[in-house]
Structures are given as structure tokens and as C-alpha cells.
T-cell receptor, first 112, second 114 residues
Framework: GNSVTQMEGPVTLSEEAFLTINCTYT??????LFWYVQYPGEGLQLLLK?????DKGSNKGFEATYRKETTSFHLEKGSVQVSDSAVYFC???????????FGEGTQLTVNP | AAGVIQSPRHLIKEKRETATLKCYPI?????VYWYQQGPGQDPQFLIS???????DKGSIPDRFSAQQFSDYHSELNMSSLELGDSALYFC?????????????FGAGSRLTVL
């Protein structure tokens, strides 16, 4: 079946530090890949997406590149801010109209 | 821009009671999804509807049912509630032929079962 694995455990960084959250996937075919962010008490918001191999999704300083050879979609940001503190979910969808399958989520805390 | 609207935002029920959650998708979106998110968990897919027909089914308990109406809004009905049903319930909508399958989520309905 389809699955998404994210790096374990919460991540705590100081402001302006470099962020990487690892995400790997298993899927049949060629899925679309997503990063969603959930701020405390809120719903899930799309952060960025990539639909084919070597695509780079980017938004608000965050980036992720669809790597088919390593089945990965790692999230990066060069300089995090306190306002980036949230839970980040990696997700995949195998076809248009199909369900999103989520990873376990990674809690990011950025300290001033 | 219009978003996905869920109601109620908060709901408190007793064990064995029934609850109904409502979802109003983004206008012209043709697919609605329901997810359940327990505390500290990732969202788990329950069920989806495409053009008012059930299109996919996930880990939805038999005590739960859902449907999509002619105006495209959807309702999730939960009966014989158990303590373990306490969770955030998200509705999402998408437009199938818009390219990448981008789901737009509502703010969620928080169900507490006492």
C-alpha cells in the first residue's frame, strides 16, 4: 500500500537556523507529493506541492524537491522564524480525486 | 476566496449519543473527503464522495455514515459514540480535473465524548 514516513520526534531550533524535515514515501505509480502545515488549533494548510520527479515546490521560504530515485520529498528552509512553529505533515496522493495519505507529522518549535 | 466551512466547530456529547457534522465544500469542487485526527496523530482518512457518490472508503467505523447532498454539502453521522471517537474531524474538498490533487481543508470540528 501507499505510505509516508517522516523523521521521528519533535524538532526544536533557534530562530534563523536551517531546517530539514525528512520525508520518504512508498507508492504505486507516480504520486503527487505535498507538505501541509497545521498551526495550533487550526486546520491543515497546503504549504507546497510537486507533481512529478525533479519538481521543486516552494512557498514562504520553504522548499522540497521530488526525488524519485530516493523516493523522498524533504522539506527545507534556510532561516526559520518563531512564526514557523507548527506541525508539518508530508503527504501523497496517487491520482486526482484520491485520498491523501499523511506521514506522522513533525512538531517544529522555533525559539527566539 | 471561499473556503471549506465546517460546523459545528466544537461539539460535546455523552457516550452512546449521536453526533452530526456538516461540511460545505468550496463552490464548484466536486469531491469531499472526511478525516479524523486524534490527539498528536496524523489525519486518518474516513470516506470520500465524488459528485455525490461514495468514491473511496477508509477506516470508517460501521457506527459512522456519511453522505453528500444535491447542493454538494456533506454530513458525517456518528452513532453510539465512544470515548475513543473524541477527535478533530476535518472535511476537505478538491476539484478532480484541476491537475495536482490539492485538498483544501476546513478548520475542523472538535468532538469531545464524555
Amino acid at each position: 500500500g501507499n505510505s509516508v514516513t517522516q523523521m521521528e520526534g519533535p524538532v526544536t531550533l533557534s530562530e534563523e537556523a536551517f531546517l530539514t524535515i525528512n520525508c520518504t514515501y512508498t507508492a504505486t505509480g507516480y504520486p503527487s507529493l505535498f507538505w501541509y502545515v497545521q498551526y495550533p488549533g487550526e486546520g491543515l494548510q497546503l504549504l507546497l506541492k510537486a507533481t512529478k520527479a525533479d519538481d521543486k515546490g516552494s512557498n514562504k521560504g520553504f522548499e522540497a524537491t521530488y526525488r524519485k530515485e530516493t523516493t523522498s520529498f524533504h522539506l527545507e528552509k534556510g532561516s526559520v522564524q518563531v512564526s514557523d512553529s507548527a506541525v508539518y505533515f508530508c503527504a501523497l496522493s496517487v491520482t486526482s480525486g484520491s485520498r491523501l495519505t499523511f506521514g506522522e507529522g513533525t512538531q517544529l518549535t522555533v525559539n527566539p | 476566496a471561499a473556503g471549506v466551512i465546517q460546523s459545528p466547530r466544537h461539539l460535546i456529547k455523552e457516550k452512546r449519543e449521536t453526533a452530526t457534522l456538516k461540511c460545505y465544500p468550496i463552490p464548484r469542487h466536486d469531491t469531499v473527503y472526511w478525516y479524523q485526527q486524534g490527539p498528536g496523530q496524523d489525519p486518518q482518512f474516513l470516506i470520500s464522495f465524488y459528485e455525490k457518490m461514495q468514491s473511496d472508503k477508509g477506516s470508517i467505523p460501521d457506527r459512522f455514515s456519511a453522505q453528500q447532498f444535491s447542493d454538494y454539502h456533506s454530513e458525517l453521522n456518528m452513532s453510539s459514540l465512544e470515548l475513543g471517537d473524541s477527535a478533530l474531524y476535518f472535511c476537505a474538498s478538491s476539484l478532480v480535473f484541476s491537475g495536482a490533487n490539492v485538498l483544501t481543508f476546513g478548520a475542523g470540528s472538535r468532538l469531545t465524548v464524555l
